[in-house]
Nanobody, 133 residues
């Protein structure tokens, strides 16, 4: 499985961006996808999960810092997950990664998994988002 993120860039506070995560090589139909971000100067193990989506049931979850501003969605036919980011703030500056895990559990299991980056099987290389004030 390969994941490729795109859509990052340099924007001003209040602007919007839409990130895409395209998956290829999938051999299963049921999986969950998450977006993590790694702020400048932070280590990989300090990546924060910010949102996730269950591909089969469309269930979504957001952490408080992005709730109401970011929207995760999926196009299963295109094996693509999007992250619409509105009203961007300078503190959103980070490298954004998508991650994928095969299968699905309960909604609560998906939310718990977002808090542990080591639970995710596949990762993209990231796309940089920089928000200037």
């Amino acid at each position: 499985v390969q994941l490729v993120e795109s859509g990052g860039g340099l924007v001003q506070a209040g602007d919007s961006l839409r990130l895409s995560c395209v998956a290829s090589g999938l051999t299963f139909d049921d999986y969950i996808v998450a977006w993590f971000r790694q702020a400048p100067g932070k280590k990989r193990e300090e990546r924060d999960g910010i949102s996730c989506i269950g591909i089969s049931d469309g269930a979504t979850y957001y952490v408080d810092s992005v709730k109401g501003r970011f929207t995760i969605s999926s196009d299963k036919a295109e094996n693509t997950v999007y992250l619409q980011m509105d009203n961007l703030k300078p503190e959103d500056t980070a490298t954004y990664y998508c991650a994928l895990d095969a299968g699905s559990g309960s909604y609560y299991e998906m939310v718990a998994q977002l808090r542990d980056l080591y639970e995710w099987d596949y990762w993209g290389r990231g796309t940089q988002v920089t928000v200037s004030s």
